[in-house]
């Protein structure tokens, strides 16, 4: 099944009389909400969003003021990989671009609304259009999260209690953007970041799924090829959720004065992550032939953050190189994570 980002009508930006602070935030990121057929964001949904791009501007301010990367913080050896290796260099690009979408005279972010969807949000290539469903406005705020950390010493130190808001979505949905991915150009390190599918072991058991979530996204960063070339960065620059997690432990060590470790994952997946199966190498081959000769063909667009899957559309768009089906939600949710991606 395919899904595209479809050329729609753009809303005229109208709000009730709110705080002084979201039209400034709209005008920042140059926002655009579109009419989705019938659906379009209410004036409240249009606040949330965009009181949470607001938040997000304070954590991009944050990493724009950060030093380089320091590979031996736990941090990073957390969620980015102790053995990044020659990764390193695109990593800090990645954070560099993200950290940026909001300088300048960036180009427009569209946004539109669906509320029947699962998931919290996704975004649609080519067009980088950021689709917030239902079940993300219900999430907490970062300053919710913020405020139980000061209060509550546990969460303080533990992602898996404060990683679940509005912010770490935005945060995520901004690294699967084109214009921060696209970064070194038409090359073969020019790869998609994406939720990366992989299998752990659980109590004896193999367990499937999408890397979202700090204790996943520890896992991923615990992956090494070969003891002599462990490459571990290779997988983790191209998960949008180890990154964001990444920058948001960071920003809550900031906020509470001590980086939040918890919680110790030492499991690593057991087999290669996203590995691709004998069928999306077909996919991609035909679609890297039909590039080649400027045919259009029918366009693929990506669909993440605790995603959805994928629905029948046709477009005149050029085929894109990638898709994602995931039935992940959130925390406690079972996942069933078929991913087929270009590159591994």
Same mark, same amino acid.
């Given at each position: 099944?395919?899904?595209?980002?479809?050329?729609?009508?753009?809303?005229?930006?109208?709000?009730?009389?709110?705080?002084?602070?979201?039209?400034?935030?709209?005008?920042?990121?140059?926002?655009?909400?579109?009419?989705?057929?019938?659906?379009?964001?209410?004036?409240?949904?249009?606040?949330?969003?965009?009181?949470?791009?607001?938040?997000?501007?304070?954590?991009?301010?944050?990493?724009?003021?950060?030093?380089?990367?320091?590979?031996?913080?736990?941090?990073?050896?957390?969620? /980015?990989?102790? &053995?990044?290796? *020659?990764?390193? @260099?695109?990593?800090?690009?990645?954070?560099? !671009?993200?950290?940026?979408?909001?300088?300048?005279?960036?180009?427009?972010?569209?946004?539109?609304?669906?509320?029947?969807?699962?998931?919290?949000?996704?975004?649609?290539?080519?067009?980088?259009?950021?689709?917030?469903?239902?079940?993300?406005?219900?999430?907490?705020?970062?300053?919710?999260?913020?405020?139980?950390?000061?209060?509550?010493?546990?969460?303080?130190?533990?992602?898996?209690? /404060?990683?679940? &808001?509005?912010? *770490?979505?935005? @945060?995520?949905?901004?690294?699967?953007?084109? !214009?921060?991915?696209?970064?070194?150009?038409?090359?073969?390190?020019?790869?998609?970041?994406?939720?990366?599918?992989?299998t752990w072991r659980t109590n004896g058991k193999n367990e499937t799924g999408g890397t979202y979530g700090p204790t996943r996204a520890k896992i991923l960063a615990n992956f090494e090829e070969c003891p002599h070339n462990p490459n571990t960065g290779y997988y983790t620059s191209r998960s949008s959720e180890n990154l964001a997690l990444y920058v948001l432990s960071r920003y809550f060590?900031?906020?509470?004065?001590?980086?939040?470790?918890?919680?110790?994952?030492?499991?690593?997946?057991?087999?290669?992550?996203?590995?691709?199966?004998?069928?999306?190498?077909?996919?991609?081959?035909?679609?890297?032939?039909?590039?080649?000769?400027?045919?259009?063909?029918?366009?693929?667009?990506?669909?993440?953050?605790?995603?959805?899957?994928?629905?029948?559309?046709?477009?005149?768009?050029?085929?894109?190189?990638?898709?994602?089906?995931?039935?992940e939600q959130g925390p406690g949710q079972p996942a069933k994570v078929y991913e087929k991606e270009k590159g591994l």
């Amino acid at each position: 099944m395919y899904w595209t980002a479809l050329v729609l009508p753009v809303l005229s930006f109208s709000l009730p009389v709110i705080s002084a602070v979201i039209p400034s935030i709209a005008n920042q990121y140059n926002v655009r909400f579109l009419d989705a057929g019938n659906e379009t964001c209410s004036s409240e949904q249009q606040e949330a969003i965009l009181t949470a791009l607001g938040a997000t501007s304070n954590v991009l301010e944050f990493v724009r003021k950060s030093p380089p990367i320091n590979w031996t913080h736990p941090a990073a050896v957390d969620y /980015l990989g102790k &053995n990044v290796g *020659k990764r390193a @260099a695109r990593i800090q690009r990645l954070l560099t !671009k993200w950290a940026n979408l909001n300088q300048g005279t960036p180009s427009p972010l569209e946004i539109k609304c669906d509320m029947g969807c699962s998931a919290n949000a996704y975004v649609s290539i080519p067009g980088d259009t950021v689709t917030f469903c239902k079940p993300w406005f219900s999430a907490d705020t970062l300053e919710e999260k913020i405020q139980l950390g000061k209060r509550d010493k546990d969460a303080r130190g533990d992602m898996e209690k /404060l990683a679940w &808001n509005k912010v *770490k979505t935005v @945060a995520h949905e901004f690294f699967h953007m084109e !214009k921060v991915w696209r970064t070194d150009g038409r090359t073969r390190d020019e790869l998609f970041v994406r939720d990366v599918q992989m299998t752990w072991r659980t109590n004896g058991k193999n367990e499937t799924g999408g890397t979202y979530g700090p204790t996943r996204a520890k896992i991923l960063a615990n992956f090494e090829e070969c003891p002599h070339n462990p490459n571990t960065g290779y997988y983790t620059s191209r998960s949008s959720e180890n990154l964001a997690l990444y920058v948001l432990s960071r920003y809550f060590e900031k906020q509470f004065g001590k980086y939040p470790s918890e919680p110790i994952v030492t499991k690593a997946p057991i087999e290669t992550p996203g590995k691709p199966t004998p069928t999306a190498l077909s996919m991609q081959q035909k679609a890297t032939r039909a590039a080649r000769t400027e045919v259009p063909v029918r366009a693929r667009a990506v669909q993440t953050d605790e995603a959805r899957v994928e629905q029948p559309a046709q477009t005149n768009e050029p085929y894109v190189l990638h898709m994602a089906q995931t039935g992940e939600q959130g925390p406690g949710q079972p996942a069933k994570v078929y991913e087929k991606e270009k590159g591994l």
